[in-house]
């Protein structure tokens, strides 16, 4: 058994006229994230590590932002696309550990909904994905309330 493990990192800047999305579900909010996609911070970093674990690269390699193909894409179907990128190779994901880290708005009442996606997305059972939310305590950019960062690790094996 090959097993195999990748981290990811995002972020982005909120911007006005933008919808909220993390983690595959749309938050209500005054502000969205700003990206050439969705800008689902949560999944870009998901994306990155299992990318990053199979050695499949980055996901601005496989969904540039030069690209009109992606621009204003559901991050769900990068997701979606990563998955089968890896099982091209033979792996499937095992779990993912992420943090998401934002002031506002509040993340925790949206963790089941966020798991329960993210699970229907990677054909796993929401158990296998681990969410966190957490603040940087008012330091930094997403302190000062200018944007959200999500963290991932992701463990896949090839039997």
């Known amino acids: 058994m090959n ?19 993390i983690g595959g579900v749309q938050l209500d909010y005054t502000l969205g ?7 689902d911070v949560l999944i870009h970093a998901i994306c990155d ?7 499949l690269r980055d ?21 979606n696309k990563c998955i089968s990128l890896l099982r091209s190779k033979g792996y499937r994901v095992e779990n ?12 925790n009442p949206h963790i089941p909904a966020m798991q329960q996606k993210l699970a229907e997305i990677m054909d796993l059972d929401s158990d296998a994905i681990s969410i966190k939310a957490t603040t940087s305590e008012k330091m930094g950019f997403v302190g000062r309330g200018e944007g959200i960062t999500a963290y991932a690790v992701a463990l896949i094996v090839k039997r």
Do not use: Q
Request: charged share 25%.
């Open 3 to 21: 097993i195999r493990v990748g981290f990811g990192y995002d972020m982005h800047r909120f911007a006005e006229g933008r919808e909220l999305w």
């Open 59 to 79: 996901i601005g390699y496989h969904f540039p932002d030069t690209s009109c193909e992606f621009k204003d894409a559901d991050s769900k179907l990068l997701l």
């Open 33 to 39: 994230l700003l990206g050439h996609s969705d800008a």
């Open 49 to 55: 590590a299992l990318l990053g674990a199979a050695n």
């Open 96 to 107: 993912i550990d992420a943090t998401v880290c934002a002031e506002l708005p509040r993340l």
